[in-house]
């Protein structure tokens, strides 16, 4: 089956360091990538996503490229800010033979962000 | 610019009381579906539709109910709650395309099983 790891959390950094939470994943097929953030008390919000090999998504500052060779999809800044703080999902989304995905997501286990002033 | 609504945000139930939990999305959207949030465990998914009229189990489907008589509308019903369904759950939404595109979230709804 599909599956996300992301590295152990939470993650507690200065504001204006740099910033990579890793994602690895396993799936069937050819799935595609995503990253979501989660601020205190919301929602989740689409932050960037990569749909094929070598592709690299980019939002905000942020930066992830799809790595097919080592089933990676890692996650940077270059300098974070405190309003970067907020819980980071690492997702795939997996088609069938026929090319659907039906809007299915598998998750990561969430990497929580802290940024100090 | 609605989006996705999920209500109510917050709940507080006993053992053994059902409820549901309402969703509803005005992007015409055909696919919806449900997740429960857990600390450590990210989101995983409890029951997808794929259109008005058809639904099917995701990963944690045991304990919940789902029905899809509209395209705007996807209730999460709980049968009878248990303390193990105190979570966060959410309410997605898809465009049917080929190929894959992202969900669209709402808000949440806090639900507390005592």
């Known amino acids: 089956g599909n599956s996300v790891t992301q590295m152990e959390g939470p993650v507690t950094l200065s504001e204006e360091a740099f910033l990579t939470i890793n994602c690895t994943y396993t799936?069937?097929?050819?799935?595609?990538l995503f990253w979501y953030v989660q601020y205190p008390g919301e929602g989740l919000q689409l932050l960037l996503k990569?749909?094929?090999?070598?592709d690299k998504g980019s939002n905000k500052g942020f930066e992830a490229t799809y790595r097919k060779e080592t089933t990676s999809f890692h996650l940077e800044k270059g300098s974070v800010q405190v309003s970067d703080s907020a819980v980071y999902f690492c997702?795939?989304?997996?088609?069938?033979?026929?090319?659907?995905?039906?809007?299915?997501?598998?998750f990561g286990q969430g990497t929580i962000l802290t940024v100090h002033p | 610019n609605a989006g996705v609504t999920q209500t109510p945000k917050f709940q507080v139930l006993k053992t053994g009381q059902s409820m549901t939990l309402q969703c509803a999305q005005d992007?015409?959207?055909?696919?919806m579906s449900w997740y429960r949030q857990d600390p450590g465990m990210g989101l995983r998914l409890i029951h997808y539709?794929?259109?008005?009229?058809?639904?099917d189990q995701g990963e944690v489907p045991n304990g919940y109910n789902v029905s899809r008589s509209t395209t705007e509308d996807f209730p999460l019903r709980l049968l009878s709650a248990a303390p193990s369904q105190t979570s966060v759950y959410f309410c997605?939404?898809?465009?049917?395309?080929?190929?894959?595109?992202?969900?669209?979230f709402g808000q949440g709804t806090r639900l507390t099983v005592v």
């Open positions: 799936a069937t097929g050819y799935p595609s």
């Open positions: 539709s794929v259109g008005a009229g058809i639904t």
């Open positions: 997702a795939l989304s997996a088609p069938d033979a026929g090319g659907t995905s039906y809007g299915k997501l598998t």
């Open positions: 997605a939404s898809s465009p049917q395309l080929l190929g894959n595109t992202e969900a669209f």
């Open positions: 990569a749909t094929k090999a070598d």
């Open positions: 992007m015409n959207h055909e696919y």
